[in-house]
């Protein structure tokens, strides 16, 4: 059994989708920020206090794009990690990096001046945004022909920031997100956390 750590109103909301996707079944531990969250019995889950967190029979997995990694590989029946495991990890790892640290920056108000942006990673979030639009244009999906945890995990990125407006629009990242923002395992899991919304 796998127990899956949460709050409707945070990146668990990405884990969640995984977790639909590749349809184990799974225990949800919803906590509180305020309280639960910092308790002494989750800080020994994870000690950043912080969800999503998932307790599997081997272990403990934090960090969203972990959790994708760990669900699609321990899975595999799911079809989620692709046989481009390069193009795979590229993309897993530049929505860890670049794209959460340019989105939250920039929702901060912080932005790099143009003769330090060699000092930051992701340089600044028009480089993100042109590098996911040159990548996406005329694809379907991150990987190859077929939808894969890159696109649960970088996906909702862009989703997300398309609906808020903290990823800068075009019509190739909305044509994107409008490919696969209509998956059964999405809607599930969106109804079990709105669901949990009304209870808060």
């Known amino acids: 059994m796998l127990t899956f750590y949460t709050h409707p109103m945070s990146r668990g909301r990405i884990a969640r989708w995984m977790l ?3 349809a184990q079944p799974y225990e949800t531990v919803v906590l509180d920020y305020a309280t639960s969250m910092k308790a002494p019995d989750y800080l020994a889950v994870n000690p950043m206090g912080k969800v999503p967190a998932l307790v599997h029979p081997g272990g403990v997995v934090t ?9 699609a590989d321990a899975y595999p029946q ?5 046989a481009e495991r390069g193009a795979f990890y590229r993309w897993m790892f530049f ?3 670049p794209v959460e640290q340019a989105v939250v920056n920039t929702a901060m108000g912080w932005v790099p001046s143009p003769d330090r942006r060699r000092a930051v990673g992701y340089g600044c979030i028009e480089d993100v945004v042109a590098t996911l639009t040159g990548h996406l244009d005329g694809r379907r999906y991150f990987c190859g022909d077929a939808f894969s945890a890159a696109d649960v995990y970088v996906g909702s990125q862009i989703g997300w920031g398309l609906r808020f407006g903290t990823l800068p629009g075009n019509a190739v990242l909305s044509g994107y997100w409008d490919g696969i923002k209509e998956r059964p ?12 919304m009304k209870k808060e």
Do not use: K, S
């Open 20 to 22: 639909e996707e590749v």
């Open 63 to 71: 960090e969203v794009a972990a959790i994708c990694c760990f669900l």
């Open 78 to 82: 799911a079809g989620l990690m692709p």
């Open 95 to 97: 929505g860890a990096g």
């Open 185 to 196: 395992a999405l809607a599930r899991a969106n109804a079990l956390d709105d669901a949990l």
